[in-house]
C-alpha cells in the first residue's frame, strides 16, 4: 500500500489556562495497480490524526480502470465546491502532470501518465474530492462493452479501419 500524506491542518480553541491544539490530517492511500482511497482524521496528536486518515481512506477504496496499466482509459471532468479539475490521457513518457494534492491521488493509483488541470480553489480537500468525482466517472472499453452486450472489438470498429486492427486493439485494452 502506497500511503501519501497531503495536509496537515492545526486547529487551536483557547482554554483558561491557554491554548489547545488539534490536527486534522489527510492522506491518500492506493495500491499502485488501480484501486485509491482518502481519508480524514482529527485528533490531538499528529500521528493519531494520520492513523485514523489511513484507516479511513484504506476503507473507502475504488477501483479505477486503467488503460495499459499507466494512464486512464478516456480524459474527464470532476467538480466538488468551488474545486473542478481536469483530467486526460497522456502518451508514454509524459509523466504526471498535476498539482499538489492531485499528483498524490495518481501516484498512490498507480498512474504513469497524466495530464491534469485544476481550476477554482486550491483547497486540498475539495481538489481531492474533485479528482475522485472525475475518476470515479472513468469506464473502461471491456465494461462497456459487456453492458451493451457486444465485443470489445465491434466497439472499436472505427470508420476505415480494417476488422483485424480493431481486433487487435482491442485485445491490446483487454488486458
Request: charge should be positive; proline fraction near 4%; avoid cysteine.
Amino acid at each position: 500500500m502506497i500511503e501519501k500524506l497531503v495536509h496537515i491542518n492545526r486547529v487551536s480553541k483557547t482554554v483558561k489556562g491557554g491554548k489547545r491544539f488539534g490536527f486534522a490530517a489527510l492522506v491518500v492511500v492506493g495500491d499502485g495497480s488501480g484501486r485509491v482511497g482518502f481519508g480524514k482524521g482529527k485528533a490531538r496528536e499528529v500521528p493519531e490524526a494520520i492513523q485514523k486518515a489511513t484507516a479511513a481512506a484504506r476503507k473507502k477504496m475504488i477501483r479505477v480502470p486503467l488503460k495499459e496499466g499507466r494512464t486512464l482509459h478516456h480524459d474527464g471532468n470532476g467538480r466538488f465546491g468551488a474545486g473542478k479539475v481536469t483530467v486526460r490521457t497522456a502518451p508514454p513518457g509524459t509523466g504526471i502532470i498535476a498539482g499538489g494534492p492531485m499528483r498524490a491521488v495518481f501516484e498512490s493509483l498507480g498512474v504513469a501518465d497524466v495530464v491534469t488541470k485544476s481550476v477554482g480553489t486550491s483547497n486540498p480537500y475539495n481538489m481531492i474530492r474533485a479528482t475522485f468525482d472525475a475518476l470515479t466517472d472513468q469506464t473502461s472499453p471491456k465494461s462497456v462493452a459487456q453492458r451493451r452486450g457486444k465485443k470489445v472489438a465491434d466497439l472499436l470498429g472505427r470508420g476505415g479501419a480494417s476488422e483485424a486492427e480493431a481486433e487487435a486493439d482491442a485485445a491490446a485494452i483487454a488486458e
